[in-house]
């Protein structure tokens, strides 16, 4: 049996405004628990919900840059469950008008590109946190992010493997970190995937029913996840079972998904429009200011990256996928008029020591100035560039001064003629042999002769200087 999986995605996304959705109690995280709490976020009877205008601008802002037609009202919903970290025992969300409708985002698969379409983005608010504690048995209460501002993407089932998944995600999170909305720090939740999975033999018109698997928050556990849930519905499938519509709790540590319960129907939430929050108009004078102050966006970077700086697509792309990134690259073009060395070392050692220390460039940040210094006195010839990288890596770990280093090290390249002719000379008069075998026509002593004359000028000779001189030398001798 042939078969083709079909997927659709629920990203919740917190938003980075000052306050919460419907009072003014701070959203930062990983503060002291129930530090930032009041009567409205914990469910006191009697309060009113107020809604903050920034969750709704930063909405708004969000579904343009995702391609949205914005709607002309404003209303919330209530969607009834009693949970311990839902105090008020319904959350407000939007289930009958949601804010912004029919967008989608362009991916690259193997095959070309393909149109990822969103159906809805709706605002919403986060419940509290409930912290198990194995030691005593108890489990304890965090209200600090109850009623922080979220939004909820859901696309189509567009989606037939894990990688246009990993795209998808890639572009979403740069176009949500590059217009403000979101800080998407995955590993603090501000970012949380669900991956609604079904599979269906190859061609069949109808789809197969779905399973939930809630919360991802990483990448690699949404790849994982997709993976692991694709082998074990066609797995079931082949044994002749049915597949029920469950919702699916993926476990990071073993690898393996399992189902939770089954999934909750739509009745059983008992949605109404909440009579606290009434209908409110969006004035297209409005939305059509915050369209214009979305600022550029990966895409249309990449453009110009590739159409004025001669980028290649690959390049672009990459520089692009963080807005941290690109800005550094943005800044060493300024600095350094040479936007092809500049993305060199983006894509080559800035990229490695990103990796060596495990972090991403929205979180850990280092000077571009003293990269483009770096550069510059590279392109001049002030240095080499093995001293470049090495230079550059302190500055990257530890905040250095690369001119100072280069002063008190004397790391300035050696280019003044008798230095290096005295050294050539001196390698040339100890090593005999090779120089006998360059001469009998085997080219590869030349990079030996060459290094050893290196290693006498302590790696800092002008290695143009050091070929001219040397072919000179060797055919004086
Ligand atoms: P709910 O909110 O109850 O999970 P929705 O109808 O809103 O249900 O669908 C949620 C997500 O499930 C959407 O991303 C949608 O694309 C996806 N989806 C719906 N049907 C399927 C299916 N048969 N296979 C895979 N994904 C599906
Ligand atoms: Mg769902
Ligand atoms: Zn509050």
Redesign the pocket.
Known sequence: MDFET?????VHCELSTETKIFCSCKTSFGEEPNTNICPVCTGFPGVLPVLNKKVLEYSIKAGLALNCEIAETIVFDRKNYFYPDLPKAYQISQLYAPLCREGYININTEKGNKKIRI?EIHMEEDAGKLIHSSEDERTLIDYNRAGVPLIEI?????FSCAEEVLDFLTKLKAILLYTGVSDCKMQEGSLRV?V???V?EKNAES????T?TKNLNSFKAVKRAIEFEESRQKNEILKGNIISCDTIHWDDARGIGFVMRP????EEYRYFNDPDLPKQLISREWAEEIRKSIPELPSQRENRYINEYNLTEYEAKIICASKALSDVFEKLCVLTENPKESSNWILGEVSRLYSVIGKEPEDYSFSAEKLAFIINKLADRGINRNTAKELFEKVFLDDADPEIIIKEEGLEIINDDSSIEEAVRKVLSENEKSVEELKAGKNKVEKFLIGMTMKELKGKGDPRKIIEIMKKEIEKL
């Open positions: 079909v997927i659709g995605l629920e159906r859901v696309t189509y089932p567009d669900d609604n999975l079904s269906k789809l197969g029913e779905r939930e999934k909750e129907s739509i």
